[in-house]
């Protein structure tokens, strides 16, 4: 049901008990209670050599910008059944992650399309974030597990690396979003 449906399972949440705790009437104190959580980050960003990719999660779209984000140069997303999740970008290259259809999507500059570049099912696996290396090689990492998956830049399936390995590659610092 929940494959059709195009629906995850949910993740655990925190144990209600520990906020609660820490809250009036528990601790009238706290400032942390009164403030308001951060909103969860919606907006992922990469740059490549010409072009800084946007993912907007709440709006399903993909915009690519020119001249240091000054200039919308592409936009993704009108009319495609996705859930764009995270982007990674070196030279040329970018790729977008869909996290509803577990398909990574790349784009080559000089070209306005989105090409499917590697597919799983959407069952299998559940992909969250996307890191490319130096060499063009794609890594793909699900939550909870110690291994990514890495793909060479045609899409074809190489081995499995430990995430402590290629660690640096998902944890670049992402550019920041035009206004």
């Known amino acids: 049901l929940t494959r059709s449906c195009g629906r995850r399972k949910p993740a655990s949440p925190p144990s209600p008990d520990v906020p609660l705790g820490l809250c009036p009437p528990f601790d009238r104190r706290a400032q942390r209670c009164r403030e308001k959580p951060n909103a969860p980050r919606t907006t992922r960003t990469a740059e490549g050599s010409w072009l800084l990719f946007v993912v907007e999660r709440e709006q399903l779209r993909v915009d690519a910008y020119t001249a240091g984000g000054r200039r919308l140069r592409h936009s993704w ?4 059944d ?16 869909d996290e509803k259809n577990q398909a990574v999507y790349r784009h080559q500059a000089g070209y306005d399309a989105l090409r499917l570049f590697v597919q799983s099912e959407p069952d299998q696996t559940f992909w969250s974030r996307v890191a490319v290396d130096e060499a063009g090689m794609i890594y793909l990492y699900a939550p909870g597990q110690t291994n990514v998956q890495a793909f060479d830049c045609a899409g074809s399936a190489c081995h499995e690396r430990p995430y ?16």
């Open 82 to 97: 996705w859930q764009p999740c995270d982007v990674a970008a070196r030279g040329p290259r970018a790729f977008v992650l």
């Open 77 to 80: 997303g009108m009319g495609m």
């Open 164 to 179: 402590r390995e290629v660690a640096q590659y998902f944890e670049v610092p992402a550019p920041t979003a035009p206004p």
